[in-house]
């Protein structure tokens, strides 16, 4: 082969390798670009349906009188309900599993309970225990209300409770939420005061 037939294969090889390096460059940017991009309308309202749900398991269980809410933690994504934590028998382990089931929109549930026939008598040792099933009840009251009130985005808004004081923060769509939210936690049996750091940001039509 000739030097200038050896130098031709070269170029050619050269210039493949900066298309192919040019056309990796293009994509990365291009996924780079796709992951800044800000969440579609369509997955920001699965999104306050996956939380409605969690709120609903939450309800059931921190009212039912054979399950201890406060030893299941809850995640709902994509109509999956994942239950972590631990429970006293295999009884509770299965009813925890049944009552998620029944709510709606609720296809699967991935149970991931232990078993700890212990739990009541270690967990209920514990000082702060009462003090922790008053604000967890307290919390559900709450809850229950915003997400009931048809005039309030109650998915969007989170709840903090500590011995009575309880704190609101999320999204609402306007200035009447924030104060609505506001005064219908206040007015809620249990509470000794409420603080408010709501943003409102209104709804994208």
């Known amino acids: 082969m000739t030097p200038l037939a050896r130098l031709g294969r070269y170029s050619y090889w050269i210039i493949g390798i900066s298309l192919t390096a040019a056309t990796m460059t293009l994509l990365t940017q291009q996924a780079s670009s796709e992951e800044q991009q800000p969440p579609t309308k369509a997955a920001q309202e699965a999104h306050l349906v996956e939380q409605r749900q969690r709120g609903q398991i939450e309800g059931v269980y921190l009212f039912h009188?054979?399950?201890?809410?406060?030893?299941?933690?809850?995640?709902?994504?994509?109509?999956?309900?994942?239950?972590?934590?631990?429970?006293?028998?295999?009884?509770?382990?299965?009813?925890?599993?049944?009552?998620?089931?029944?709510?709606?929109?609720?296809?699967?549930?991935?149970?991931?309970?232990?078993?700890?026939?212990?739990?009541?008598?270690?967990?209920?040792?514990?000082?702060?225990?009462?003090?922790?099933?008053?604000d967890s009840a307290l919390l559900a009251k709450v809850k229950t209300r915003l997400l009931a009130n048809i005039n309030l985005p109650g998915a969007r808004i989170e709840v903090d409770t500590q011995q009575g004081h309880v704190t609101l923060s999320g999204e609402?769509?306007?200035?009447?939420?924030q104060e609505l939210a506001y005064y219908t936690t206040l007015n809620t049996q249990g509470v000794r005061s409420v603080e408010s750091t709501l943003n409102v940001t209104p709804k994208e039509e």
């Open 65 to 134: 009188p054979s399950l201890d809410a406060s030893t299941i933690q809850v995640e709902v994504r994509e109509n999956r309900a994942t239950l972590v934590g631990e429970v006293e028998s295999h009884v509770q382990r299965d009813l925890a599993q049944e009552l998620a089931m029944s709510i709606d929109g609720i296809d699967t549930v991935s149970n991931q309970l232990q078993v700890n026939p212990r739990l009541t008598e270690d967990h209920h040792s514990s000082p702060a225990w009462g003090e922790q099933q008053s």
């Open 172 to 177: 609402v769509d306007h200035r009447d939420q």
